[in-house]
């Protein structure tokens, strides 16, 4: 698909490898909508794309058909959607004093990072449904993030990787669904990448983990991201499957 002077929306897109996806496909000459709850960060990096930006939680549907009403007018409705919005948090499954995981903030990472991918991919077909196709029959693109947490989850991980998990099971059966409407579905489960998250930690801890990626032996760029994510919407070929960009890493236990 060829992607200049398509309309995109990237969640996520107002911090790391949701703004790189945001600069690189708005480079790319794609109008980006920036849907975030960081209504701080959010507008500003919209300006700098000549873009657009709306204060969305991913989770809520009402905030959502909301959003896509008032980027369609702006832009038309989206051919490439790049869901990145998600978040972290660590606690064990029995944790110290034999206290059982929470079961609020389980559900809170599983209701952000897979119903809210969900919840924006479904209303976002829905209209992409409606579409002409374009010359290649392509209607559109969704692509999700996951995690290597998905498959090698890490003690405290127990509800990232359910949701990451459950990110990697949807890819296939969604771009099964939406095969006869020209929509594909692809999901990216990265390594470890260099972005805000993981710049609050020490130098010494950011080396450490960088050091533990076989090659290249480093961080991961969100450049690199978005760059993959960018192949993806122009490769038509590439459906239903989860590519690792992880430098060849596999997470231990702890
Ligand atoms: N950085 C990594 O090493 C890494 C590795 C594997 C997977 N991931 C995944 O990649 C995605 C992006 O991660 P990142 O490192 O860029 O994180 P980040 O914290 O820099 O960016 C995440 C963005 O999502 C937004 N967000 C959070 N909850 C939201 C909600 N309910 N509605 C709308 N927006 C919301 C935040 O405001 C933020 O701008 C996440 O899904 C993360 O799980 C990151």
Redesign the pocket.
Same mark, same amino acid.
């Given at each position: 698909m060829e992607i200049s002077g398509l309309s995109a929306i990237v969640?996520?897109g107002?911090?790391?490898?949701?703004e790189a996806t945001a600069r690189c496909l708005a480079k790319a000459g794609a109008k980006v909508t920036i849907?975030?709850? &960081?209504g701080e960060?959010g507008p500003k990096i919209a300006t700098d794309i000549k873009g657009h930006f709306e204060q969305?939680?991913?989770?809520s549907a009402e905030n959502v058909e909301a959003a896509l009403d008032s980027a369609a007018a702006r832009h038309g409705d989206a051919r490439i959607l790049v869901n990145?919005?998600?978040?972290?948090i660590g606690e064990k499954t029995v944790g110290r004093d034999n206290i059982p995981h929470d079961l609020d903030r389980f559900k809170k990472v599983v209701e952000? &990072?897979l119903v809210?991918t969900f919840n924006v991919i479904r209303l976002t077909t829905a209209r992409m449904a409606a579409l002409a196709p374009l010359e290649t029959a392509e209607r559109g693109v969704v692509i999700n993030?996951?995690?290597?947490?998905a498959i090698e989850g890490q003690v405290g991980q127990v509800a990232y990787s359910a949701s990451?998990g459950g990110i990697v099971g949807i890819t296939l059966p969604i771009a099964r669904d939406l095969a006869g409407l020209g929509i594909r579905v692809c999901t990216i489960a990265?390594?470890?990448?260099l972005?805000?998250?993981?710049k609050g930690l020490p130098e010494d801890v950011q080396q450490s983990l960088g050091a533990s990626v076989p090659f290249p032996n480093r961080l991961?760029n969100?450049d690199e991201y978005a760059s993959l994510a960018r192949h993806i919407c122009e490769n038509a070929m590439l459906n239903g499957e989860v590519i690792r960009l992880d430098g060849a890493i596999r997470m231990a236990p702890r």
């Open positions: 969640t996520g107002a911090s790391g490898l949701g849907f975030d709850m &960081n960060q969305v939680d991913v989770a990145c919005a998600g978040i972290a952000v &990072n809210g993030t996951a995690s290597v947490a990451k990265p390594g470890l990448f972005t805000p998250m993981m991961g969100p």
